[in-house]
């Protein structure tokens, strides 16, 4: 299994403002992704965060808007930028544990709101 | 691109009555189902999951699902629920040899009165 934190576990935003979310995981992974859960929605796959390159997007997420780095196999941030009322949702990382096929293990999500 | 489909948004039950929540998938080719729960202010948990094998698995805290092949389902099933399950659950699929990315469905919140 992996152990996944994350900072800040909420904040209050201004709009047009950005927040940075960082993802801590206790071991080293090879997948790493973010998610965002609107008020009331399921999860939605913003990216996949790339170990030493740009981040893969799913359709619909920028890289201008939610830039991703990931600079080891254990730490990966979200920048939110820009942000706007509609961005209010709790953003999730994800990762794949080592040693195990297919499961996927979430961290405790970051919930945001933009005044 | 693959679906999931929830169709029960909000199910409540009584204490000790049977649970049985849908899930419906559309893809043509193998893939792996996840069930997924989230408690009140927790994260999300792994309930249980398939790759292969017997159709019906079992996961934590008596629940069970069974993958119909023929019918892209895997309902979840708990025969008696408790209080203690009021949680939102997530069916999600994983098409096999994918790059690991989840599509998860609505969601499903159960709530069970004591």
């Known amino acids: 299994s992996a152990v996944i934190s994350q900072k800040p576990s909420r904040d209050i935003c201004q709009r047009g403002t950005s927040l940075t979310i960082q993802c801590q995981v206790d071991s080293q992974v090879t997948m790493m992704f973010w998610y965002r859960q609107q008020p009331g929605q399921s999860l939605t796959l913003i990216a996949t965060a790339n170990q030493g390159s740009e981040a893969t997007y799913e359709s619909g997420f920028v890289i201008d808007k939610f830039p991703i780095s990931r600079p080891n196999l254990t730490f990966s941030t979200l920048t939110v930028s820009n942000m706007s009322p509609e961005d209010s949702s709790i953003y999730l990382c994800?990762?794949?544990?080592?040693?195990?096929?297919?499961?996927?293990?979430f961290g405790p999500g970051t919930r945001l709101t933009v005044t | 691109a693959q679906s999931v489909s929830q169709h029960n948004h909000h199910v409540i039950l009584s204490e000790a009555a049977s649970l049985e929540l849908g899930c419906n998938y559309s893809y043509g080719g193998t893939v792996n189902l996840f069930w997924y729960v989230q408690y009140p202010g927790q994260h999300l948990q792994l309930l249980l999951k398939?790759?292969?094998?017997?159709?019906l698995v079992k996961g934590i805290k008596g629940f069970e699902a069974e993958f119909i092949k023929s019918k892209f389902s895997f309902n979840l099933r708990k025969p008696s629920v408790q209080w203690s399950d009021t949680a939102e659950y997530f069916c999600a699929v994983l098409p096999s040899g994918s790059a690991r990315q989840l599509t998860f469905g609505s969601g499903t919140q159960l709530t069970v009165l004591p």
């Open positions: 398939y790759f292969s094998g017997d159709p």
């Open positions: 994800s990762v794949v544990g080592t040693g195990e096929t297919y499961e996927q293990y």
